[in-house]
């Protein structure tokens, strides 16, 4: 295996590294973000209180995945993507096998009985994985970065590595999982004959009542001979999407999310709409977009089914084709 840390050579005041203020907590490169006020908020956290204890109409789809093809595939490679839910996709490119913010639990939530719960079930079982070469962590929040899941993976496979942004590798090595490297954006690595990027996004990060900041937030790409993918992780809307464009894509596909926007008032700097992420991917000169972030948790106001519904006619009006845009069911692999 070959893992080098390197930087960008170019242009790094655009990728990277992360901007932090003075008191040394990460920044966006648009500086600090003004939150809704307690109007919205509270009635929001409130309705999120009680979906906890109510079903929600139109989940996800999901069909049985064994795992059988996957395992086979991490041998020849067939470039492919398996929605497992939610953020997690499992990725094969370049005889490389990745999870992309694994969360298996029911909860998305520090506590497995209360928070927001799963309305579908992961696709694939955690025992019928292909072994998996690398996991990369978006941003700390719970239906994101997961310690329950990633206990099990590095249980599974010691060779399993975690590439986290900077600042969230201790959230790692405190529940005994040693194999990480963190990234600053504008950094890579290379692994086991691929690059992975940690890159910029708009987001936040908290996961307690004293963290607020503490830990970066980061999209990732991650760059085979053969194919370009990109995973976006929890973002809103930014310039950066075109700088990343401009300098590492075009991409053949493209993992944006599309759900998670309602109240705009609460969500638009931090969470794309299913427009807005089809802006991304043209910014990002992706050739097929994957959308992701909707249905399997119950964590803002918009109608489950409604994410899907909006992308493939934003896609359309944004000029990609329909075999471009792609909404996957829960477990549904598919090769590009």
Same mark, same amino acid.
């Given at each position: ?5 390197g930087?960008?050579?170019?242009? !790094?005041q655009?990728?990277?590294? %992360?901007? &932090?203020a003075?008191?040394? /907590? #990460?920044?966006?490169?648009? *500086? ?28 996800p789809?999901r ?17 492919s ?11 094969q ?9 694994p969360?298996w639990?029911?909860?998305?939530s ?8 799963r309305?579908?079930?992961p ?8 072994p998996?070469?690398f996991?990369?962590?978006s ?8 310690? !329950?899941?990633?206990?099990?993976? %590095?249980? &599974?496979?010691?060779?399993? /590595? #975690?590439?986290?942004?900077? *600042?969230?590798g ?15 954006w504008?950094?890579h ?14 987001h936040w990060?908290?996961?307690?009542l004293?963290d607020?900041?503490k ?24 310039d ?20 998670a ?6 969500m638009?700097?931090?969470h794309?709409n ?6 991304a ?21 918009e ?22 845009i ?8 598919r090769?590009?």
């Amino acid at each position: 295996m070959l893992l080098h840390l390197g930087a960008l050579a170019a242009p !790094a005041q655009t990728l990277g590294p %992360a901007p &932090r203020a003075e008191d040394g /907590r #990460f920044e966006n490169f648009v *500086g600090e973000i003004e939150r809704a006020g307690p109007g919205v908020a509270v009635p929001f956290f409130w309705r999120r209180v009680v979906g906890t204890f109510r079903e929600r109409p139109n989940a996800p789809q999901r069909v049985a995945n064994d795992g059988a093809w996957l395992r086979e595939n991490a041998k020849a490679s067939e470039p492919s993507v398996t929605w497992v839910g939610h953020a997690t996709f499992l990725v094969q490119i370049g005889h490389t096998t990745l999870l992309t913010d694994p969360i298996w639990s029911d909860t998305a939530s520090p506590v497995s009985f209360v928070g927001p719960r799963r309305h579908v079930a992961p696709g694939i079982e955690i025992e019928d994985l292909p072994p998996i070469d690398f996991v990369v962590i978006s941003h700390n929040h719970y239906d994101h970065l997961d310690l !329950a899941t990633l206990e099990r993976l %590095a249980r &599974r496979r010691s060779e399993t /590595r #975690f590439f986290v942004p900077l *600042g969230n590798g201790a959230l790692l090595r405190d529940a005994g999982i040693d194999n990480v490297v963190e990234l600053d954006w504008g950094q890579h690595v290379e692994h086991n004959g691929v690059r992975v990027y940690c890159l910029p996004c708009q987001h936040w990060s908290q996961r307690g009542l004293t963290d607020f900041q503490k830990g970066l937030w980061s999209s990732w790409a991650v760059i085979a001979e053969d194919r370009r993918f990109y995973f976006a992780g929890d973002t809103g809307l930014f310039d950066g999407f075109s700088t990343i464009g401009a300098e590492l894509g075009p991409f053949d596909l493209a993992a944006v999310p599309i759900g998670a926007y309602a109240p705009p008032a609460m969500m638009k700097p931090f969470h794309m709409n299913p427009e807005e992420a089809v802006e991304a991917g043209r910014a990002l000169r992706a050739q097929r977009l994957v959308g992701m972030h909707f249905g399997t948790f119950d964590l803002t106001d918009e109608p489950l089914d409604e994410p899907p519904r909006r992308f493939r006619a934003a896609g359309e009006a944004g000029g990609f084709a329909a075999d471009e845009i792609w909404v996957l069911d829960v477990g549904e692999t598919r090769t590009f």
